[in-house]
């Protein structure tokens, strides 16, 4: 990582809406794409989480993965945290430079309810 640039810091300044700070760690040469292990979060999608809609404009633009899901935030791309908050400007931007939310996970299929026991059958017959 360039001298100057402090992915932590980055991060939090794209979730604070601070464009000049964010900006300055985009410009050092930071990883926006990048998960740190104590925070397991995307930029991207942590921000738009945060309704931060001019950092994520911001990042997207500085070239963030439009596609990449955040593992902490339950898996979500930058697409979904947008749907999830009502971001409707960023949602029209990622889908409009080709963004995808994977498919949903089918619910688990109910087992049938139980039978009634046959016990009965048994000391019957």
């Known amino acids: 990582m360039p001298a100057g640039g ?4 980055m991060f939090n300044a794209a979730c604070e809406g601070d464009i000049e700070l964010l900006r300055y760690h985009v410009d050092c040469g930071v990883d926006v794409d990048y998960a740190h292990p104590e925070f397991l979060s995307t930029p991207l999608v942590a921000c738009i989480l945060a309704r931060q809609q001019a950092s994520a404009e911001l990042l997207i633009e500085c070239g963030a993965n439009i596609n990449l899901q955040s593992e902490f935030d339950e898996g ?3 697409l979904q945290a947008a749907r999830h908050v009502g971001l ?4 029209a931007r990622l889908l409009a430079l080709g963004a995808t939310a994977p498919p949903q996970r089918a619910a688990p299929a109910r087992a049938a309810a139980p039978s009634k026991p046959v016990w009965w059958r048994a000391w019957l017959g």
């Open 6 to 9: 402090n992915w932590k810091e």
């Open 76 to 78: 979500m791309t930058p």
């Open 88 to 91: 409707q400007a960023v949602e």
